[in-house]
């Protein structure tokens, strides 16, 4: 009776460890952020056209991907810390962004944004340089 209940057993073990199936590996969260590239805003990429969207009511020019990981375009206005007034286009997903400035007294300036407030993003060039936002 004894070596039944052993033959089972080995059976169920075997049956146990030998179904090994590959299962898919969950999303790891990192604190690393994506990094959105000023070049970005150039090229809509054949995957980000499936999701393309403009919704005239808001302000941002366009938008692409999917809930919860959209991308979004935006004209922008403001000043640099020195009083200049600039202009330009930015891309940004979550908090973060990046896109290019233009000014009749600098060059092309690319950029990084970071949101401050509804509508209000703080830049910084890669000198250092810092201007104040607002979406058009």
């Not at 075997?14 to 090229?43: H, M, W, Y």
């Not at 393309?52 to 020019?61: A, L, M, P």
């Not at 206005?77 to 233009?102: R, Y």
């Amino acid at each position: 009776m004894f070596s039944k209940y052993k033959i089972l057993f080995l059976v169920l073990l075997l049956g146990i460890t030998g179904c090994k199936k590959e299962l898919p590996q969950p999303k790891i969260n990192t604190f690393l952020k994506e990094v959105i590239a000023s070049d970005d805003r150039k090229v809509i990429t054949p995957e980000e056209a499936k999701t393309y969207h403009i919704d005239t009511k808001r302000k941002y020019e366009y938008r692409t991907g999917n809930p919860g990981e959209y991308k979004y375009n935006y004209d922008v206005k403001g000043i640099s810390i020195n009083g200049d007034s600039v202009f330009g286009n930015i891309n940004t997903k979550g908090k973060f962004g990046a896109g290019i400035l233009i000014s009749d007294t600098i060059a092309d300036v690319e950029i990084k944004t970071e949101w401050i407030s509804y509508g209000k993003l703080k830049a910084t060039d890669n000198q250092g340089n810092e201007f104040y936002l607002i979406v058009k």
